[in-house]
């Protein structure tokens, strides 16, 4: 998942740990299949949606499909609402950065079976951009 900086980048002596605080627009979000390779883009081209993380070790994120459907009135039907959820993710977690990894663990989410697991991603921060990742076969 790749993500830009909506501030400017921080100074270069900082560390990592400080340089990940922040609010992070997502501007691509993939999935590698490893046996073929295939790289799946399940929220689109242009996925939209925000990942922050605050000082002092909490982080959310909200991020939802570019091409979401609107629905027809004020009350959403079952069918609408089924899409709706299936066309975003969102949650609120605790977080330590330990060199260049950044350790969550979910208190909520979207999709309650991931509340309560610690899911572990690799970062780098180049610029503005921060771009993270997680090793084969892990929950994405």
């Known amino acids: 998942m790749a993500l830009l900086a909506t501030s400017p980048p ?16 997502y ?6 299949e490893v046996a073929s ?5 399940p929220y689109g ?8 993380y605050a ?6 994120f909200v991020l939802v499909a570019e091409n979401r459907a609107k ?15 299936r066309t975003m993710a969102a949650g609120s977690a605790t977080y330590k950065v330990e060199g260049k990894t ?10 309650q079976a991931s509340t309560g697991t ?3 991603r690799y970062f780098d921060i180049v610029g503005n951009r921060l771009t993270i990742w997680s090793d084969p076969g892990e929950n994405q």
């Open 10 to 25: 921080p100074a270069a002596a900082e560390d990592l740990a400080s340089q990940i605080v922040g609010m992070w627009r």
């Open 27 to 32: 501007v691509s979000v993939t999935r590698t």
């Open 37 to 41: 390779g295939k790289v799946i883009k």
């Open 45 to 52: 081209e242009n996925p939209k949606g925000y990942l922050v």
């Open 55 to 60: 000082k002092g070790g909490r982080g959310m």
């Open 71 to 85: 629905p027809a009135a004020a009350a959403v039907t079952d069918a609408e609402a089924a899409a709706l959820y």
């Open 102 to 111: 950044v350790i969550a663990t979910w208190d909520t989410m979207s999709n």
């Open 118 to 120: 610690t899911q572990k």
